[in-house]
């Protein structure tokens, strides 16, 4: 009952925030301009992020008990959230960008203890990656999928949806695993993709921006790593299945470029 009140709850939060946001990126002038590598042909609103934001961090923080690692997830969250719509309004060098990326990264290894240490049949069985590359592979691993999700975000609804199935994957998992903390943050994030894409298909009328694409991007990392790093009975390389998608995209475009 609880997973299904979260998802609910960040939902219905979503949607009620995305007129008072549209009005305020109308305000700013805060646009997403039409160019000829762009699908829309008149401006559109691109801070949609912050809708998604509070609806999620708001049911989390009613139905999720705070310990080390849901802390420095919302730090690391807040982080992201801050540099993202300063980047959707002003627009930042991307060395800024990569700077706050990391030091979000930063925050859930060393605060919240979020780390890659195994990575089951990739490495003889029961080995564990010694810290310094347990660190160094975790903060490659969160911006890498950051970016990636963010990449994403070049068509209406493309990171939207894939982000609502790979929450519900997550909480899915999360739910057999008796996770519940993971299952109900899984839960929120999904539902705030659902209540945001029904602004966001074709033709859409407002744009998550990387408010909401860093957000999605680094919240899937964190809960893949903790469901399935440690004591559990899933494979430490579910996270590359899971997020595969948008890695082997992003991996693609660079290729070709």
């Known amino acids: 009952m609880t997973l299904i009140t979260s998802l609910?709850?960040?939902?219905?939060?979503?949607?009620?925030?995305?007129?008072?946001?549209?009005r305020l990126a109308v305000w700013l002038e805060i646009y997403d301009m039409p160019g000829p590598r762009k699908v829309h042909q008149r401006p559109v609103p691109r801070i949609g992020g912050i809708a998604m934001a509070i609806g999620a961090f708001v049911s989390i923080i009613i139905w999720v008990p705070m310990n080390d690692a849901t802390q420095a997830y919302f730090m690391g969250g807040a982080v992201l959230v801050v540099v993202g719509i300063l980047d959707d309004w002003k627009g930042l060098n991307f060395k800024i960008k990569f700077a706050g990326q990391i030091l979000a990264a930063l925050m859930v290894v060393f605060y919240g203890g979020i780390e890659l240490t195994?990575?089951?049949?990739?490495?003889?069985e029961g080995m564990i990656l010694p810290g310094w590359?347990?660190?160094?592979?975790?903060?490659?691993?969160?911006?890498?999928?950051?970016?990636?999700?963010n990449l994403s975000d070049g068509l209406d609804g493309l990171a939207g949806g894939i982000c609502m199935l790979i929450f519900a994957l997550i909480g899915?998992?999360?739910y057999i695993e008796q996770n519940l903390n993971i299952a109900i943050m899984s839960a929120s994030l999904a539902g705030v993709c659902f209540g945001f894409l029904?602004?966001?298909t074709f033709p859409a009328t407002l744009f998550m921006g990387d408010t909401g694409s860093m957000l999605l991007g680094f919240s899937a990392v964190c809960f893949s790593l903790i469901l399935t790093q440690g004591e559990t009975a899933?494979?430490?390389?579910?996270?590359?299945i899971i997020l595969g998608f948008p890695l082997l995209d992003t991996l693609a475009v660079m290729a070709e470029r």
């Open 8 to 22: 609910l709850l960040s939902l219905f939060i979503t949607i009620m925030l995305v007129p008072a946001v549209s």
């Open 118 to 124: 195994q990575l089951g049949a990739l490495l003889p």
């Open 133 to 149: 590359a347990s660190v160094i592979l975790t903060v490659l691993f969160l911006v890498g999928v950051t970016n990636a999700i």
């Open 172 to 174: 899915y998992l999360a």
């Open 198 to 200: 029904r602004f966001n």
């Open 234 to 240: 899933l494979s430490p390389l579910l996270p590359l």
